[in-house]
């Protein structure tokens, strides 16, 4: 059992970056397979990015693949996502999720527990 706050949103121009974090409790977070979704207005929720329980596998969607970067330390039970070079279209509220898969998994099903969201607004 997990409980998941994202922080970090804002606004920001186009080629600019933005640090979302993700603070976890719960005993058994390292166990969890972490992963960062995001939902635009009218699309569906979308993967962005997952982590492996002990940070060492890195699984990307390729809309955001060599901009954005995922880590996580147990020890202070804490997931972020670098986003850099950002540009409009990654506009969305995006989410901290938690996953007891074996293997990571990008499907919105797969994830367990799920943050409130935060916004993050591109500007051109």
């Known amino acids: 059992q997990v409980q998941l706050v994202e922080s970090g949103g804002g606004l920001v121009q186009a080629g600019g970056s933005l640090r979302l974090s993700c603070a976890a409790s719960?005993?058994?977070?390292?166990?969890?397979?972490m992963g960062w979704f995001r939902q635009a207005p009218g699309k569906e929720r979308e993967f962005v990015a997952a982590?492996?329980?002990?940070?060492?596998?890195?699984t990307y969607a390729d809309s955001v693949k060599g901009r954005f970067t995922i880590s996580r330390d147990n020890a202070k039970k804490l997931v972020d996502l670098q986003m850099n070079s950002l540009k409009p279209e990654d506009t969305a509220v995006y989410y901290c999720?938690?996953?007891?898969?074996?293997?990571?998994?990008?499907?919105?099903?797969?994830?367990?527990?799920w943050g409130q969201g935060t916004q993050v607004t591109v500007s051109s």
């Open positions: 999720a938690a996953s007891l898969a074996a293997a990571v998994t990008t499907t919105v099903h797969s994830y367990e527990y």
């Open positions: 719960g005993r058994t977070f390292n166990s969890y397979y």
């Open positions: 982590v492996s329980w002990g940070g060492g596998s890195t």
